[in-house]
């Protein structure tokens, strides 16, 4: 997920849009499940977690601007019991999963815990960038 995170002496910013301190913001209109808080002039990213449904996948609906499908309204909601749902993947309780290369989950009481690590900014140019694992670093040349 390629935000661009900024860190300023008042705040943080991201795409462009200022947050204050402990101020909660959506990340991207394109996904309403991540969202970013500003804590120490920081941002930290997450995704929100969503309940395992009693209907099938098939069945489920979800709206653009909801994070989290629904059942038809003639299902009750009746979360599952020990067991998360992230990304289409149900996960049992107490199981650690990692989405991307750079977020580190685990299903704890139903909810999905993840962290995500923060890429520092490189003082080298694109051209001289190599990925190691989740955060690009600077070529050494030889």
């Known amino acids: 997920m390629g935000l661009p995170l900024f ?5 943080c ?3 462009g849009q200022t947050v204050a301190e402990g101020q909660e913001v959506d990340a991207s209109i394109d ?7 500003c804590r120490g ?5 997450s995704k929100k977690t969503c309940p395992v449904l009693p209907c099938p996948m098939t069945k489920q609906i979800k709206r653009p601007d909801e994070c989290c499908p629904r059942c038809p309204q003639n299902h009750s909601f009746l979360p599952v ?3 998360c749902l992230f990304n289409k993947s149900v996960y049992p ?9 750079c977020t580190n989950c685990t299903c704890l ?6 962290q995500r690590h923060t890429c520092p900014i490189l003082e080298c140019a694109p051209e001289f ?12 040349a030889e």
């Open 41 to 45: 002039n920081q941002l930290t990213c």
């Open 81 to 83: 019991p020990g067991k």
């Open 109 to 114: 009481n139903g909810t999905s815990v993840c």
């Open 13 to 15: 910013k991201i795409n």
């Open 93 to 101: 309780e107490k199981t650690e999963f990692m989405p991307d290369r």
């Open 31 to 37: 996904d309403r499940c991540l969202v970013c808080q």
């Open 129 to 140: 960038q190599e990925l190691d694992g989740c955060c690009p670093r600077c070529a050494v």
């Open 7 to 11: 860190d300023s002496l008042s705040g």
